[in-house]
Every structure is written in C-alpha cells, then in structure tokens.
C-alpha cells in the first residue's frame, strides 16, 4: 500500500481539475533566530556616590526652600504671639482700611514711621500688579513675536545675531537698568506722555519688560524650534500657508513650552527689587493708574530692611510682607503648572 502522508502531500501539490494554474505546496516559515541578551557590566565603583550626591543636591534644594519658608514665619511670629506687637499692629490693620487719626475716612495707608504707625499692605500689592502686569502685556507678546521670528523667518546669519543680541540682556545687571530707567527712560517718558509724576509705574514697567523679555524669548524660542518637523511638512503639504502653519500648528503645539515662558517670566517681574526701587518713585499710593507713582512689595522689603530696628513689629512686618510675597508667587507658580498640564493634554489629545 503506499505510504498515506506522501499521497497526501501528492494529492495537495496537484492542480484542481477546471483551472488554468497550479498551486505550490506548502512551505514552512523559517525558525525565529535567536537573539542573544546584550552583555550586562557591572557599574563602576565611582557611579554609586555619584548617584547619591545628585540625589543629596536635589533634596538640598528642597531642604533650602523649606529653610526660607521657616525663617520668614519665624521672623514674622511675633505678629502672632507677641502683645507689644500686636499693640501696634494687627492682621485687621493690614489687610482691612482703617480710620486713622487726621484721616476723615477709612483708609490703606502705609506709614510704618509716624506718631500712628500704619501698616496697610494693599498700596503694595497693587503696586506690586500693576508693575508686573504692565511689564508682561509688554514683554510678553514681544518676546513671543521675537520667537516666532527668529524660529520660523530669520535666515541663519540673521538668528545667529538676533538670539545672543536679545539673550544678551538677561546678563545686565537690573542695577544697570534701574540707574537706565532712572536717568533716561523716565525723562524720554515724561516728555512723551506729558505726565507729572516723573517715575511712575510706566517707567517702571517698560524698565522690568526689559528684563523679562529675555526670559520670555528663550524659552518660547526653544519651544517653537521643538515642533516636530513632521507637523510643519504634513500643513504645508495640505496647502497651508506659512502663517497658518505657525498660527494652526506651531503655536499649539508649543503652548506648553510658552506658558513656562509666561510664568517665569511672570515670577521674575513679581521677585524684581533693583529695578522698581530706582525706577517706581517709592510712593505707597492704593490707584491703579499707572501714571501714578508706586511701591512694590520687594522694593519695602529692601528699603526698609536694612534700617528697622531687629526684633521689633515693624521688622516682623517686613518678613511677614515676605510671607505674602512668598504665597503670591507660589500661588502664580501653581496655577501656571496647572495650565501648562493641560495645555499638554490638549496637545497630546487626551482633553
């Protein structure tokens, strides 16, 4: 009898009846090779305590911001659990108006050296915003539009001068401005705004866009050169133009890395002391017209700091403005990180 699994194979390899073709038989895939495990080394005896002194100076930096918030709240404790200071001041003082004598209604007054010392905090606060706003709503959209310049227009002699040209600024010392501000700008400002007060908050503005826009430029540059190049080619390729590529599809996708330019930059103008104590004309008026002069929390700090007598309400005034500073900034810090994760989402497309 013939053997059943040679017939098999015969009848398989033979040609239905009625066709033109025949088919081949059956062929096996070759065996998965085997791929041989990459050789592990041990690590060098010098990579563990190198490990461990990145870990220690990560966790330092931590330690240190945690140390300086202890400092300031116990510097500032006496508002809290002192009698004699709170004889003097209280938290409804600072943060409530008040009717002081030779005042005919209540009011935010901040005079911490009178008869009467008076420690209303908001103549700083709004200083401190209207200074920080008026220098992002200029430095902002021009570092933005210096980005998007440089990233997608400048040829490359051009970029390889603008970029350290504008970069540059971030090494002038804001003592430098400030004395700038002080002699020039304010005297350009005055004559083309006719205004009275000679150092203002629009001097001290444009003065602190000066140092923000560096930061601003940086980073948004970086992040408009980040977009994959692929998203810029598949826009062009569907017949988009050069504008509507940046406006549809570069500006999206760099939005994370914008918003961390805005934020820093935000945090830089709110922290800046040098520039706004030369350039503000230290006046504690509660006005939101930027014309007037003003006084920041900062520029309290350091004018004031290095004559108080130590341990007394109005040095614990001072680093509890410290405090405010401290939560103000951290506040701007978290909702901005907020933002920028779900502007990451939405680019990533899970919102």
């Known amino acids: 009898m013939p053997d059943t699994a040679s017939e098999?194979?015969?009848?398989?390899?033979?040609?239905?009846?009625?066709?033109?073709?025949?088919?081949?038989?059956?062929?096996q895939l070759p065996a998965t090779p085997h791929v041989r495990s990459l050789p592990t080394r041990t690590p060098p005896r010098w990579h563990r305590p190198v490990e461990w002194v990145v870990r220690g100076m990560a966790a330092a930096a931590i330690l240190a911001i945690i140390l300086i918030f202890a400092f300031l709240v116990r510097s500032a404790l006496p508002l809290w659990t002192s009698s004699e200071a709170r004889k003097e001041v209280t938290q409804t003082q600072m943060w409530f108006a008040q009717t002081w004598p030779g005042y005919d209604a209540a009011e935010h007054v901040w005079q911490p050296v009178s008869d009467t010392p008076k420690y209303g905090i908001w103549p700083l606060l709004t200083g401190t915003l209207k200074v920080s706003l008026m220098a992002m709503l200029l430095a902002g959209p021009l570092g933005v539009l210096a980005a998007i310049y440089v990233a997608c227009y400048a040829r490359p002699k051009v970029r390889e001068v603008v970029k350290p040209a504008i970069e540059l600024l971030a090494g002038i010392p804001s003592v430098v401005l400030g004395f700038f501000a002080l002699i020039v700008l304010a005297t350009w400002m005055q004559t083309l705004l006719g205004v009275e007060s000679r150092l203002n908050g629009i001097v001290a503005g444009v003065a602190l866009a000066l140092a923000v826009v560096p930061v601003v430029f940086t980073l948004s540059e970086e992040a408009l050169r980040a977009v994959p190049q692929g998203y810029v080619e598949a826009s062009q390729a569907l017949g988009a133009a050069?504008?509507?590529?940046?406006?549809?599809?570069?500006?999206?996708?760099?939005?994370?890395?914008?918003?961390?330019?805005?934020?820093?930059?935000?945090?830089?103008?709110?922290?800046?002391?040098?520039i706004v104590l030369m350039a503000s004309g230290n006046a504690a008026i509660l006005s939101w017209n930027p014309a007037d002069s003003v006084r920041t929390l900062s520029a309290t700090i350091a004018a004031e700091l290095g004559e108080v007598v130590s341990g007394s309400p109005h040095y614990a005034v001072l680093f509890y403005l410290g405090l405010?500073?401290?939560?103000?900034?951290?506040?701007?810090?978290?909702?901005?990180?907020?933002?920028?994760?779900?502007?990451?989402?939405?680019?990533?497309?899970r919102a």
């Open 324 to 349: 405010v500073l401290f939560a103000f900034t951290f506040a701007i810090n978290a909702v901005a990180a907020h933002w920028i994760e779900r502007q990451k989402d939405r680019v990533a497309g």
């Open 8 to 27: 098999s194979a015969t009848i398989e390899a033979r040609p239905p009846s009625g066709l033109g073709f025949a088919f081949s038989p059956r062929r």
């Open 242 to 274: 050069k504008w509507q590529t940046i406006w549809h599809v570069m500006l999206p996708t760099a939005a994370p890395g914008i918003a961390t330019a805005m934020a820093l930059g935000l945090g830089r103008a709110v922290g800046e002391t040098m």
